[in-house]
């Protein structure tokens, strides 16, 4: 098993930067695709990035892309978010999951461990 844990969120103005880091302990990151969800207050969880267990397929939402960057450090202990050109709707609580299937799923379903996440506020 492995166990997640979201750092690096916080205040920022909107058209400023924040970069999330999704770190694991137990079974190595490494063995497990990663996705970045957000959840803002009264809404569903929404997709925003998936990185595959090698890091060689990357997938983003539309309303993110060219904007975020997700990456994996290659040690298999942390995922990454960077996050630029910040707007006040990427205010959410932001949460990564790991998902041991081979292929893409933008559905949170597909992902067995969660972070407990990390809030990131975007102010106009």
């Known amino acids: 098993q492995v166990q997640l844990v979201e750092s690096g969120g916080g205040l920022v103005q909107a058209g400023g930067s924040l970069i999330l880091s999704c770190a694991a302990s137990g079974r190595a990151l490494s063995n497990y695709a990663v996705g970045w969800f957000r959840q803002a207050p009264g809404k569903d969880r929404e997709f925003v990035a998936h990185?595959?267990?090698?890091?060689?397929?990357?997938y983003y939402a539309e309303s993110v892309k060219g904007r975020f960057t997700i990456s994996r450090d290659n040690a298999g202990k942390a995922v990454y978010l960077r996050m630029s050109s910040l707007k006040p709707e990427d205010t959410a609580v932001y949460l990564c999951?790991?998902?041991?299937?081979?292929?893409?799923?933008?559905?949170?379903?597909?992902?067995?461990?969660w972070g407990q996440g990390t809030q990131v506020t975007v102010s106009s």
């Open positions: 990185v595959s267990r090698s890091g060689g397929s990357i």
């Open positions: 999951g790991a998902s041991t299937a081979s292929l893409f799923y933008s559905d949170d379903r597909r992902y067995s461990y």
